[in-house]
């Protein structure tokens, strides 16, 4: 016992220097600094198949009696001890009843709460599951002192696919549904992707993300929402599957898919079309746009000039902040396995890292970048941790390219 504590350690000590190596100590402190949320990497594991009744008025009551009696989860009596609870604009004393799997919150509704409603602030606060009908709902229960783990986007004003679609991905998030069958329904009800189309990868319920993402949306991205699942990097893997099926389905050959804390600087456009360029004459599978990081001393095994900046061949990648996937990476994304592994083998990046032959161009410096300001869905810490890491990563990469 004593070796292998001391074996460990070891490696504890090693992985340390090797950080403090490579990323300073600003990138060392911000690791430490910024850990991750166990809530968000929790497996909740299998839950109790349930059936629901409907209660109280909103808006959404008819579409979500809809979808329920579709997926046969509306019980077919008004009241059964199985059933539980979706309540629509609760009064003040239905927040207490045990059984309320959710409410589901208007705009109105909630913006005619005062500080004197007790009742319904602490029900809103208690970490039931709340589903909101706009961004203005969301950030009005959150003023109220909801959780954002707790709350969910169904929108009103939509068409009547997305509002089926957002229900689905609400079951889902709620462990009502598997995901193999909202993504049945994403390939039925969603619009085409088409090849060299660009999709951004986001939550919508985290408003602050997504707002700063389009604020700086220099490429004309067409927002993906996100599936939501705890453990988060599953639901992360299963909106990249899920957008690879939907692009193979509409014949794409070639996609890009960045997620919502990418920036782009100023000459991103023209960057990127040289990139483009370059790669309709290259033998490829992934263009890897921002290279978290890479184990070990980088293998170059080809590099070429792009005007000012660097092109390299390399057999490894690891990063989804923004990339490009040849129709040979989406065919691996969409063949991800679910019961491929756990968090450390089988999240989406470990996933196409671990393609047979993977083939990746990079350019440097990196063609996008990743907000600092912005914090992991999946992991819970702000980005700042992986700052040191990108840096330190372009740092060696460049190193053997361009060798001062």
């Known amino acids: 016992m004593a ?3 001391g074996g460990a350690m070891l490696q504890s000590v090693g992985k340390a220097w090797r950080i403090l190596g490579r990323e300073g100590v600003s990138g060392a402190m911000n690791r430490v600094r910024h850990r991750r949320d166990g809530v968000l990497l929790s497996d909740p594991g299998n839950r109790p198949e349930r059936c629901f009744v409907l209660l109280g008025e909103g808006v959404l009551k008819t579409q979500f009696r809809t979808e329920l009696k579709r997926r046969h989860l509306l019980s ?5 001890k199985a059933a539980q609870k979706i309540v629509f604009n609760p009064l003040p004393t239905e927040f207490d009843d045990t ?15 005062r500080p004197e409603d007790h009742e319904i602030l602490q029900g809103i606060a208690s970490g039931c599951a709340l589903i909101v009908t706009s961004d203005a709902a969301l950030r009005r229960a959150l003023a109220l002192g909801a959780a954002l783990r707790d709350i969910s986007i169904v929108p009103q004003s939509a068409k009547r696919a997305a509002i089926r679609l957002a229900i689905g991905r609400w079951l889902v998030y709620a462990g009502l549904m598997p995901p193999e069958t909202y993504l049945d329904d994403l390939l039925a009800f969603a619009p085409p992707i088409r090849s060299r189309g660009r999709v951004c990868i986001s939550l919508p319920e985290y408003l602050d993300r997504r707002e700063g993402f389009l604020d700086g949306n220099a490429g004309n991205f067409a ?7 705890l ?4 639901g992360c893997a299963w909106s990249y599957k899920a957008i690879a099926t939907k692009a193979l389905q ?3 050959r070639r996609l890009t898919i960045c997620e919502d804390d990418a920036f782009f600087g100023a000459d991103f456009q023209q960057y990127f079309n040289a990139v483009n360029r370059y790669l309709d004459r290259a033998d490829w599978d992934v263009f890897n746009g921002v ?3 890479i184990e070990g001393r980088p293998e170059i095994m080809m590099r070429r000039k792009l005007g000012a900046n660097h092109i390299i061949h390399t057999p490894h990648m690891m990063g989804m902040v923004f990339n490009v996937y040849n129709r040979t990476a989406l065919e691996w994304i969409a063949d991800w396995d679910p019961q491929g592994g756990g968090a450390q083998t089988n999240t989406i990046d470990e996933w196409l890292n671990a393609m047979p032959g993977l083939k990746v161009v990079s350019a440097v410096p990196f063609l996008a970048g ?3 300001d912005a914090h992991s869905t999946i992991f819970g810490f702000k980005n700042t941790r992986y700052s040191g890491m990108i840096r330190a990563t372009e740092r060696e990469i460049l190193a053997l390219v361009d060798p001062a």
């Open 291 to 293: 290279m978290t990081r």
């Open 3 to 5: 070796q292998l504590w």
């Open 223 to 229: 927002m993906f929402n996100g599936i939501r699942m």
């Open 231 to 234: 453990p988060a990097w599953k």
């Open 99 to 113: 059984s309320i799997a959710a409410a589901v919150l208007d705009e109105d509704y909630l913006n005619r709460i």
């Open 250 to 252: 509409s014949g794409a």
């Open 370 to 372: 990743h907000r600092e």
């Open 76 to 80: 077919k009596a008004e009241g059964p």
